[in-house]
């Protein structure tokens, strides 16, 4: 029996990435790092896996459902293999960077491994790159987070960007104000979470308008603004709706071609934030109707409940960038024959090309070249279309 195609077979949500996407991976994830460190973004690497109590404590907790644990054979403890990198950068700031001065940017890029995939990303292997600003509590973080992040994404060739904007902890406040916990609080978030604008305007008193007019601001954030600023909101709310409007601000100065939306409600993906959140958006493809979301952030408690410090950040997601791109242009292809000279190849590799030396004598080189996938060959020291194979 022939084994050759099992040998192939990988566990779900797993691939392997082939030319010349995992060339154009590798470029994306320069290109975007390239900007984070030209803003001062100092690149860290944590390690793949960690102790469990480690990697899901704090901000990691989030994680705990989608992170493999196996036994360490050499301490005999549970380790964790990284779902996230983010908790990771807040652990190496909060411990080997704690005496460096505050704020400090770090960014990071690697892989990630997940228990299981979801019916809109069903990848559970996949890779990350990102920024933390940790130790900035004021809205010019948040701006400074967000805009990055954004110059990044236009860096690598997105088109069509958009972010939207939420509040994880608006509605909490505003909860909390009419005294809604336990059971109902976690029954409205539910309705939230699914618009159910019926269930939502069906609460008792003030809380029900007050929700479904939150519920219904969604948009534009020109839009957003004056209907969230329309409302009478609890103080704690008052003092979220305030943040976002000097975020908006920040970006209308930092990048003002920038599209912005916003979503006063959204709670999914955010638990464990504490402040302003954002999604990045484009076209996954531009054949095709419909968004693709390329990353999100926001602000979290970086140290944890015993040394909390505020932090904002960000995670990108290199594939769905690289959905987005228009179909890859890769380098021409030039067939060096056999003892071809050197430094003229090594010139022509400097001007852009992409060589490949033969490695044996062939009578008819330009039919080898199509063999191997080049569209020109070196003749007397000149790169030359290579002829069709017809006739």
Known sequence: MNDVPQAALLPAGLYDLLPPQAELEADVTARLMAVLQAHGYERVKPPLVEFEETLLSGAGAAMGSDTFRIMDPISHRMIGVRADMTPQVARIAATRLAHRPRPLRLSYA??????????????RQFAQAGAEL?????????????????????ASGVPDLSVDLTMPTLVPAVAEAFGIAGDRAAGLRAALDRKDATAVSALPGRAGPLL???LS????????????FG??????????????????????????KLKLTVDPVENRGFEYHTGISFTFFSRIDPRVAGLGELGRGGRYDAGGPALPEAATGFTLYTDMILATLPAVQRRQRLLLPLRADRARAAELR????TTVAALEVCSDWHAEARRLACDHVLENGEPAAVRSGRG
Request: avoid cysteine; glycine fraction near 12%; proline fraction near 6%.
């Open 110 to 123: 690697g892989q990630v491994l997940r228990v299981r995939g979801s019916e809109v990303r069903p990848e």
């Open 134 to 154: 940790i130790g900035g509590a004021g809205p010019d973080a948040d701006v400074e987070a967000i805009a990055v992040a954004a110059e990044a994404l236009v």
């Open 212 to 214: 479904s007019a939150l």
């Open 217 to 228: 601001a969604a948009g534009p954030a020109g839009r957003a603004r004056r209907a969230l």
């Open 231 to 256: 409302l009478d909101l609890p103080e704690r709310a008052a003092v979220e709706r305030a943040r976002l409007a000097a975020v908006l601000d920040g970006l209308a100065a930092a990048m003002p």
């Open 350 to 353: 400097a001007a852009g090309w």
